[in-house]
């Protein structure tokens, strides 16, 4: 730990540290100083396959073939699962270990590309829907609901968003409903069977409020909702943000097509 990466590790956070480790595969189990050391030599061994590379093509392609040779995804998915549950609250931190670092600040582009990383790591399809799996992404989905749409301090109204007394004039013309579908099942959400109130579409699109599936009770909003062209039929990237504009599909068959 007395060199340049134990220096570097020491000065950073434990929840950085543990980012860092679980950006690299590695396990975070342990007390602070063993995962400190655990990242240490992460780092180290970075550079020394580095250095090798730089030093000899025959050797960079070698190594090029033992990257290839782990598993795509080989992190420790208890680890990961204990790492988003332990740390249920902390938003930022959570869409972090997805290796991609963000903060509360950080901009939805930004924010969307951790969630899809770290949301398809943990998806209960790919661990036999395990209790932990569909914890973690139950977790994972809030806190991207939560950092997209914050709350308005001292309540639970998400902020930004408008109040009930104001009135728009924007006509609806040419506009059609999206449809929506569970992120963790899959199956289409909004209808009439499960009792939801006539604004409920409305509610969720503008990021107002977040629902629960009726088949496998995800509780889901607009930023994690699956939202489907009501044309091409092919999944799109939505924000609340586009509630009240025309916008078009970005799929190129269907660039032409308006939707609501």
């Not at 093509?57 to 598993?71: F, L, R, V, W, Y």
Request: proline fraction near 4%.
């Amino acid at each position: 730990m007395n060199d340049e990466f134990g220096a570097q590790v020491k000065a950073m956070k434990p929840k950085d540290i543990r980012t860092g480790l679980i950006s690299d595969n590695l396990s975070i189990i342990g007390d602070v100083g063993e995962l400190r050391k655990r990242l240490a030599d992460s780092l180290r061994s970075k550079a020394v396959k580095t250095a090798g590379k730089a030093s000899t093509n025959s050797g960079g392609k070698e190594n090029e073939k033992a990257d290839e040779k782990k598993p795509a995804g080989g992190f420790d998915s208890a680890a990961l699962f204990e790492a988003i549950t332990s740390n249920e609250g902390e938003n930022a931190f959570i869409l972090s270990l997805s290796g991609k670092k963000v903060n509360a600040d950080s901009g939805k582009g930004d924010l969307r590309k951790a969630y899809l990383l770290l949301s398809s790591r943990v998806h209960p399809d790919k661990h036999s829907n395990s209790k932990e799996s569909v914890e973690a992404f139950q977790i994972v989905l809030s806190a991207y609901e939560l950092l997209c749409n914050p709350p308005e301090e001292g309540g639970d109204q998400p902020a930004g968003k408008r109040k009930k007394t104001e009135r728009f004039t924007r006509g609806n013309e040419g506009c059609h409903k999206t449809k929506i579908a569970c992120p963790q099942c899959k199956k289409v959400w909004g209808d009439a069977v499960l009792g939801l109130e006539d604004a409920s579409y409305n509610f969720l699109m503008q990021g107002v409020k977040t629902y629960l599936c009726g088949i496998c009770f995800c509780e889901f909003g607009c930023m994690t909702a699956i939202h489907y062209c009501p044309f091409c039929r092919k999944p799109f990237n939505y924000d609340p943000e586009d509630y009240h504009r025309k916008i078009v599909c970005g799929n190129e068959v269907c660039m032409t097509h308006v939707i609501y």
